[in-house]
């Protein structure tokens, strides 16, 4: 007899995804070249995948500093909408100073 609402089917689907999930896991580690029983900091493994990847520091720091402007870019390019949008609302609202001075 199963759980109600077919909780046993549940479990066994978690199991099924848990063991996915460990296989693939262990491919990965087979192909960056990780050491079974052996711990590696975040460092060690950013390090052992760019190396599997084929790439070097460099162009590693030139990807993240490409990706770092394109954000900013695309912030600043953000920024100046909403300030002209901003802009915008203002310039309808009538000031009480805006008439123009006599010279």
């Known amino acids: ?47 052992k995948k760019r190396i599997a990847a084929g790439k070097t520091i460099a162009d590693v720091k030139a990807e993240n500093e490409k990706a770092m402007r394109d954000r900013a870019r695309k912030r600043n390019a953000d920024f100046k909408k909403a300030r002209k949008e901003k802009l915008k609302v203002k310039s309808k609202i009538k000031s009480r100073y805006s008439n123009p001075r006599k010279k």
């Open 1 to 47: 007899m199963g759980y109600a609402f077919g909780g046993s089917s549940i479990k066994k689907d978690k199991t099924i995804k848990k063991v996915a999930n460990k296989q693939k896991q262990e491919k990965e580690n087979k192909k960056l070249g990780l050491k079974k029983g052996k711990t590696y900091t975040k460092a060690q493994l950013a390090a």
